[in-house]
């Protein structure tokens, strides 16, 4: 996978157009996906989530110096690849459920990993714009605004906003896909958690925004729901296997 990764990013001039290059660079992203049993739309909802939310600050009025259509464009594109570094991860760290010490630092190693990958392409095209928002959100995505996150426990504003608004929509999108260890929260248990973490864990006037397009956030959600169908039957064997451990 990482062979794959590093011969496509290293190209220095693709005989191809955007569209397809970004298409190219989402399916090996999500090739990383489909290991850890993410949803098939988890990408695309990730991508929704993302201009959903920057389109709205803009709305608000907020970040006014740094946010318009072009940087909301490429960070819409560039979010495809924020946790490619999770390729680096055993599988069976990523789906275990109680991890020890020793495994939750492996974890997060995972942003790292992703920066690793980028800053390759990005030392062959120092200017590029895409290159740079792509390594911010790879890198600083679990970064919290009151200085608690990871890697390198930034805090406020040193955190860039990309990274800022993509935590959110991770959070979300996280919370609200069936994992192999639980199934997908609620929409009301997870606007409560991001709620309760305004000023913690995420931007305050990220959050704000978040809570005027929530359920905006929700029909995508289920728009875009994979497991709908059988997510009774899912809900299912989580309850057995928890029975089991007992």
């Known amino acids: 996978m990482l062979k794959k990764i590093y011969s496509f990013l290293k190209i220095d001039k693709p005989a191809i157009a955007k569209e397809e290059y970004l298409a190219l660079i989402a399916a090996l992203a999500y090739s990383e996906s489909i290991s850890t049993d993410y949803s098939f739309n988890y990408l695309d909802r990730a991508q929704k989530y993302t201009l959903l939310l920057a389109t709205n600050l803009i709305k608000q009025g907020y970040y006014k110096k ?16 924020y946790d490619l570094g999770k390729n680096r991860i055993p599988e069976s760290i990523l789906t275990k459920t109680n991890l020890t010490p020793d495994e939750w630092k492996i974890i997060k190693e995972h942003c790292l990993y992703g920066a690793q990958i980028i800053n390759k392409a990005l030392a062959k095209n120092p200017g590029s714009l895409f290159l740079q928002i792509c390594l911010e959100v790879s890198l600083y995505h679990h970064e919290h605004f009151d200085g608690s996150g990871y890697p390198y426990g930034l805090k406020g504003e040193d955190i860039p906003l990309s990274a800022r608004i993509v935590a959110l929509v991770d959070v979300y999108n996280a919370m609200r896909t069936n994992r192999p260890y639980r199934p997908a929260w609620g929409h009301q248990g997870t606007l409560e958690y991001i709620l309760g973490q305004k000023g913690k864990q995420f931007d305050p006037l990220i959050v704000d925004t978040f809570l005027k397009i929530h359920l905006q956030f929700r029909a995508l959600a289920r728009q875009l729901d994979d497991f709908k169908d059988d997510l009774l039957a899912y809900e299912q064997k989580y309850k057995q296997q928890k029975k089991i451990k007992k």
């Not at 940087?71 to 560039?78: E, F, G, P, S």
């Open 66 to 81: 740094k946010l318009n259509s072009h940087y909301i464009t490429i960070l819409t594109d560039a979010v495809t690849v």
